[in-house]
């Protein structure tokens, strides 16, 4: 599965991030391992997410595998994402 994060634009759940599980045509399929699992994932029109292009390499051996990760693993990168962030801002002095 290739790397996908995505940031909310729309909806209750803006700027929330998430891990994209799969996209059809108009649609992405999104999970973050708490609320919306691997097994039960948000379907949310594409035109209201933002895909993150910049992930961290710890981040992407996270999610790159042949399988599904776990809600565990999704969990874990998204913490991993968040902390890269911060530390990115902290270094810009935001």
Not at 52 to 63: F, H, R, S, T
């Amino acid at each position: 599965m290739e790397a996908k994060l995505a940031r909310s634009t729309a909806g209750h759940d803006c700027g929330k991030i998430y891990v994209v599980i799969r996209e059809e045509p108009g649609s992405v399929w999104l999970a973050d391992g708490r609320l919306k699992t691997v097994d039960k994932p948000k379907r949310k029109n594409s035109r209201h997410v933002q895909l993150i292009k910049k992930i961290p390499g710890p981040v992407a051996e996270l999610l790159c595998g042949e399988t599904v990760p776990t809600d565990v693993e999704l969990k874990r990168a998204l913490k991993l994402y968040e902390k890269s962030v911060e530390k990115e801002r902290h270094f810009q002095g935001d």
